[in-house]
């Protein structure tokens, strides 16, 4: 999708990134501007939203947990770029780390709210200027936790899996229609979701209840609470991502799937080779 193919009405292409406060989001809508993009840089707060303004993205106030917010996006697109949007990158997401056991169900209604609903209502809302454009993308930030299940994020897990089921489906459904739907699917990256999936946790969890209180004590909050994290195994910075998410808005025939560190890609492998009760033993290590 070179920039020369766009409508003439406006010279630069559009991408609609949410999240873009920080991590992923940011690095993106940084990267894209500086090609020449016209950059919809869109946060939760509004705060943030000045923040990139500052910088000289165009920006707004969007929350996938807020009806209001998702249905002034079209409004404001029209405002914005006279409807005209070629790219849109779901991005925005968070975690609640806890046993599943331990869950309770309105943190996990809630989560589905941010990670996945939302996502789903915004691609609806963006579908309709696409197919009137004849043309566009749409990319979901999926995660190596879309395809293989890790102790801990029971609730993270079921939102990019559900994510990934509903993206396949829609992807043969507007097949021919010229509008792309692709899943990037990272593996750990350096951003701020676990400092995010901390106050989710503390919001949330009442792990002193547990059955198992020692897998806090001894293994979550520490991770959860150290102010200078260490490395994963294989992490990487959100420009891993970023590459990725170039490649799928501008290549002539993208991947279907970005898979991004070599987490990623072994948990691909290992999920294809093993029986389910190896793979649970092999995720579990981690």
Not at 10 to 18: A, D, E, F
Not at 33 to 52: E, N, P, S
Not at 73 to 90: A, H, S
Request: charged share 25%.
């Amino acid at each position: 999708m070179a920039s020369k193919n766009h409508q003439s009405d406006h010279p630069s292409p559009v991408i609609l990134i949410t999240g873009s406060s920080s991590g992923i989001g940011l690095d993106t809508a940084r990267y894209f501007a500086k090609k020449g993009w016209h950059v919809i840089a869109t946060c939760r707060k509004a705060a943030d939203v000045k923040r990139m303004q500052k910088e000289g993205l165009s920006s707004f106030q969007l929350d996938y947990e807020d009806q209001a917010s998702l249905d002034a996006v079209v409004p404001r697109l029209q405002k914005l770029t006279g409807g005209r949007i070629d790219v849109l990158f779901n991005n925005g997401a968070y975690a609640v780390p806890c046993l599943t056991e331990d869950l309770p169900t309105p943190a996990l209604r809630q989560i589905f709210e941010a990670n996945f609903f939302g996502w789903h209502d915004l691609t609806r809302q963006i579908l309709p200027l696409m197919f009137a454009a004849g043309k566009g993308r749409i990319i979901h930030n999926s995660s190596v936790l879309g395809f293989a299940a890790m102790r801990a994020r029971g609730a993270y897990n079921a939102t990019k899996f559900a994510l990934e089921g509903l993206t396949d489906t829609m992807r043969q459904e507007i097949a021919g229609t010229n509008i792309d739907l692709i899943l990037v699917q990272p593996g750990p990256i350096r951003t701020r979701i676990r400092q995010n999936a901390h106050i989710q946790f503390k919001k949330w969890i009442s792990w002193k209840d547990s059955r198992n209180p020692d897998f806090y004590t001894k293994g979550l909050i520490p991770r959860l609470s150290a102010e200078n994290p260490e490395k994963d195994l294989f992490e990487l910075m959100p420009d891993a991502v970023t590459r990725a998410v170039w490649h799928a808005a501008t290549a002539r025939r993208p991947k279907l799937r970005y898979r991004i560190t070599w987490a990623t890609k072994i948990m691909a492998v290992a999920k294809r080779i093993l029986s389910t009760r190896m793979m649970d033993r092999f995720a579990s290590r981690f």
